[in-house]
């Protein structure tokens, strides 16, 4: 928990910094790519497929559990690879390539940090996978908590987004 | 007493511990357990927190060591600017150029690497990562009752993380180019732009790559710090049981945890800047006659993200100091501290109001006046809290057994330190007055009285009293008075006359003075002070022979307790192995202050509360 709110302060300082250099002038009003919406889904559907797999795997439900787990895992490789599109879109579609202005500069920079964040997500999840198929031993305490740790930490990214991605649409 | 043992029960404690202490079964292994089984795993990747705090006050010995004699380079340049350098040439090697006529002298750019490695070396290095990290991990467990901490691995980690940031900042320090020398504030466009300065290329990437290794550190250690004592208190132990030491340490991993994360995010966007050409905080440069391409982009916006952890930073520093110099004056003073409870809120209050007041620091950045004023109110009041702390600590002291002894020397020293540094704060707080007073020697005396010595004394305060914890001997009386003595006096040497440079105007950062009229009759002073400067750097090394000399020479600790001080620390045994108490861990049952209570000198925090007793605490 305490790392989510020293990971909240970070990006909140990204957000306001955001702010006070668009108050600053000299800042270009674009439009988000599309393809952002797409990774929004994604990494919320992977919030609730987990979800789904820690409900499973506290009441034993374990091919279930292993299935959603797996989903998630997908997901999320899925979102990381959906924000590298977007990147390719703003520099391809928009013609807005790093370097080009502070308002397109933000968004890389807030995009790539968060898509960082998931990577480290990915790797516990990658970790939680291994898990499922090789411990033999049932929901343990143990288990249980390693997984509600991963399951926390993978809501936070995602609420994360949400609000990087509202935050981001609003403002261009 | 129902578990009867064949043990041999020595002293009062421990049988308290026996009866009333709480059996985790715990097994002890004299031989090390399954994470110290070998040298390596004992004392290099150890994950006992005590080797850990040692690990951390040794290495902050060495960077202060390091910070205090590039401080001592810089100082000749200032008090001497006409002498000639050339026998530091050794040492300097290129940086030192000597003339036809054998005249050596200091090169320009070395003398700014010098300031910011100083600066960035003391705060970070020493300051933060020397004391707070020393500390919290000594007393952490010790104190609260715990095996260990939450996690021992994490904890190594942090340790880790700081050695290699360290290794990454000793190697800048080799460069041709020279280690960065844009100020430890590393404002851009000094620091965003490779080009900007000789430090400003390699220099400046491994100051930053150093600095986030650094930030991972502290992350990792606060994060433990905090689950530690939220979690792993003994039994008993609530949250108005703890010393005060603890409640500094835990608001201290607090702020921590708040701030540094967003000095991070400024640095990332140095990264951007310098690497992937955004500009986020350069606006149009002239470098040479050339227009670079960048554009629009605010410097001042990096010195919000800087100060919104500078400033948390320097109660950071302060707040472990703080809760150091309260128990040790309790202590010695054979009292208990005047106004535990309002320490404590004072700390908090304290701890809250160091997030918004970061502006201070900008008063002359071309912010808006009229938000100068909301920063203004809030610096005053931090005041406040401050004077609270301060009266409760002479209030401690006043009509106690005041025991004279190294440690409750330096804890007095801090306390007069902090009150004159505090004042000047109040000056430099006013934006009006700040128009004069900033980026003078002023503010360098201020900061350095208020945060760099005051922090320094609470260090030494700490590491005299715990000392006997940490290596099962006593260090050297006699040279620990000499040493507070010269220490008091020649700080004050030093930075009191600073302040009447500052009020004149000398501005802070300059390679020399005797070059400008206005300042050409400050010249005997600054040799006053640079001559202060060695005698004191010289008593550090005296600091320096005791330590090491009592690890192995010091004077043995004979009993457990050997100050008479009521915490739980000092009811393990001279040798603590890993997991601090052999057998059960004690219970809490009193507030940790009883101290010449119903005639009795001192009564433990294991000690329960006879009937009707009222607990200090609450």
Not at chain 2, 150 to 167: E, I, T
Request: net charge neutral.
């Amino acid at each position: 928990m305490a790392a989510c709110a020293s990971i909240t302060m970070m990006f909140g300082a990204f957000t306001s910094a955001f702010l006070v250099r668009q108050a600053a002038g000299n800042w270009l009003e674009f439009a988000l790519p599309g393809i952002f919406t797409l990774s929004t889904v994604l990494i919320v559907a992977s919030s609730i497929t987990l979800h789904g797999a820690f409900i499973a795997f506290k009441k034993g439900a374990l091919p279930l559990y292993k299935g959603l787990l797996i989903a998630t895992f997908a997901l999320g490789l899925s979102f990381v690879v959906v924000q590298y599109e977007g990147w390719q879109a703003m520099k391809d579609l928009l013609g807005l390539p790093l370097g080009t202005n502070p308002s397109s500069d933000f968004v890389y920079l807030i995009s790539m940090i968060h898509a960082a964040h998931v990577v480290g997500g990915i790797a516990a999840l990658l970790v939680a996978v291994i898990h499922a198929f090789t411990l033999t031993s049932g929901p343990t305490p143990t288990r249980k908590l390693r997984l509600e740790l991963t399951l926390i930490y993978w809501h936070f990214v995602d609420i994360l987004w949400v609000y990087l991605f509202v935050f981001m649409t609003l403002q261009s | 007493m129902a578990n009867v043992t064949t043990q041999q029960v020595q002293t009062e404690e421990d049988r308290l511990i026996q009866e009333q202490g709480f059996d985790d079964h715990f097994h002890e292994h004299h031989h090390g357990d399954k994470y110290q089984s070998n040298f390596i795993t004992t004392y290099i990747f150890s994950q006992d927190h005590k080797i850990i705090a040692r690990q951390f006050l040794i290495t902050g010995m060495f960077w202060a060591f390091i910070g205090g004699l590039m401080s001592l380079i810089f100082r000749l340049q200032l008090g001497f600017p006409d002498e000639s350098l050339a026998w530091l040439r050794p040492l300097l090697g290129k940086w030192i150029t000597i003339n036809d006529a054998g005249l050596g002298t200091l090169a320009p750019e070395f003398y700014y690497a010098l300031v910011t490695m100083h600066g960035t070396i003391i705060v970070f290095f020493v300051l933060t990562a020397g004391l707070s990290g020393t500390f919290s991990n000594l007393l952490i467990p010790l104190q609260v009752g715990a095996r260990d901490m939450a996690s021992p691995f994490l904890n190594m980690l942090s340790y880790w993380f700081f050695f290699l940031a360290g290794v990454v900042m000793f190697f800048s320090l080799f460069l041709s180019t020279g280690p960065f020398s844009g100020g430890w504030t590393a404002y851009p466009p000094l620091s965003a732009l490779p080009q900007a300065s000789s430090g400003s290329g390699a220099g400046m990437t491994l100051w930053i790559v150093s600095l986030v290794l650094f930030v991972v550190s502290v992350l990792l250690g606060g994060i433990n710090y905090i689950t530690t004592i939220l979690n792993l208190r003994t039994k008993g132990m609530s949250l108005w049981r703890m010393p005060l030491t603890i409640w500094a340490f835990l608001i201290t991993a607090i702020l921590g945890l708040l701030s540094f994360p967003v000095l991070a995010s400024g640095f990332f966007l140095i990264m951007f800047d310098r690497s992937l050409g955004t500009s986020f905080y350069l606006s149009e440069i002239f470098i040479g006659g050339q227009a670079l391409d960048h554009v629009g982009g605010s410097p001042i916006l990096y010195q919000h993200l800087f100060w919104f952890l500078g400033h948390p930073e320097v109660y950071i520093i302060i707040l472990p100091a703080m809760g150091l110099v309260s128990e040790v004056l309790s202590v010695h003073s054979r009292k208990p501290i005047f106004g535990y409870k309002a320490m404590v809120f004072s700390m908090l209050a304290i701890g809250f109001l160091s997030f918004i007041v970061w502006a201070h620091h900008m008063f002359m950045s071309g912010v808006n006046p009229f938000i100068s004023n909301f920063f203004v109110i809030f610096t005053l009041i931090i005041a406040v809290p401050s004077a609270v702390k301060v009266f409760n600590w002479i209030a401690t002291l006043y009509g106690g057994n005041v025991r004279f002894t190294t440690p409750n020397l330096f804890a007095i020293g801090f306390v007069s330190m902090f009150i004159s540094g505090g004042l000047t704060g109040i000056f430099l707080g006013n934006s009006a007055i700040d128009i004069q007073l900033h980026d003078t020697y002023f503010v360098v005396a201020h900061f350095h009285i208020v945060m760099g010595v005051a922090a320094f004394f609470g260090m030494f305060a700490g590491v005299y009293h715990w000392f006997p914890k940490m290596f099962g001997r006593f260090m050297n009386e006699t040279m620990g008075k000499i040493h507070f003595w010269l220490t008091m006096i020649g700080a004050y040497a030093i930075f009191w006359p600073m302040h009447y440079l500052g009020m004149a105007g000398v501005p802070r950062r300059y390679y020399r003075f005797d070059v400008f009229e206005t300042f050409r009759h400050f010249t005997e002073i600054n040799k006053f002070i640079t001559i202060a400067a060695m005698v004191v750097f010289a008593a550090q090394l005296l600091l320096l022979i005791n330590f090491f000399y009592s690890i192995w020479k010091g004077k043995k600790v004979t009993t457990k307790n050997p100050w008479g001080a009521s915490t739980l620390e000092w009811t393990t045994p001279i040798h603590a192995d890993h997991g601090n108490w052999p057998g059960k861990i004690p219970t809490v049952q009193r507030w940790p202050y009883d101290y010449g209570k119903d005639g009795k000198d001192f009564i433990p925090q294991i000690e329960p509360l006879k009937e009707g007793e009222h607990d200090g605490g609450h």
